[in-house]
């Protein structure tokens, strides 16, 4: 079984910065690509960022040039370096990540979400 967890969300003024991070653990042979999505109230769930494994990186318009995403292969986690936040930044971020199981089988896995608000 594998596990996301997602910390560092909270809340910060607006043009603040926060660093979300996403372990994964469990039985995990290989992880391909890992992103973030989020979801604000009343709204759909939204690709934020994603990262392959060889470092190349995607981002949605509206995060490009704020948020920067990374990761550290070697403890299989995630990070979104989000500054200069607002308030269209507000929701509830989810981490995502696909991957190949030690028993080789192909999953996508999410974690469970935190929530980041930007409120003066």
């Known amino acids: 079984q594998v596990q996301l967890v997602e910390s560092g969300g909270g809340l910060v003024q607006p043009g603040g910065s926060l660093r979300l991070s996403c372990p994964a653990s469990g039985s995990i042979y290989m992880i391909y690509t890992m992103g973030w999505y989020r979801q604000a109230p009343g709204k759909q769930r939204e690709l934020v960022a994603t990262i392959i494994s060889g470092s190349r990186t995607n981002y949605a318009e509206s995060v490009k040039g704020r948020f920067t995403i990374s990761r550290d292969n070697a403890k299989n986690t995630m990070y979104l370096q989000m500054n200069s936040l607002n308030a269209e930044d507000t929701a509830v971020y989810y981490c995502?990540?696909?991957?190949?199981?030690?028993?080789?089988?192909?999953?996508?896995?999410w974690g469970q979400g935190i929530q980041v608000t930007v409120s003066s």
């Open positions: 995502n990540a696909d991957l190949r199981t030690s028993g080789l089988t192909r999953d996508t896995n």
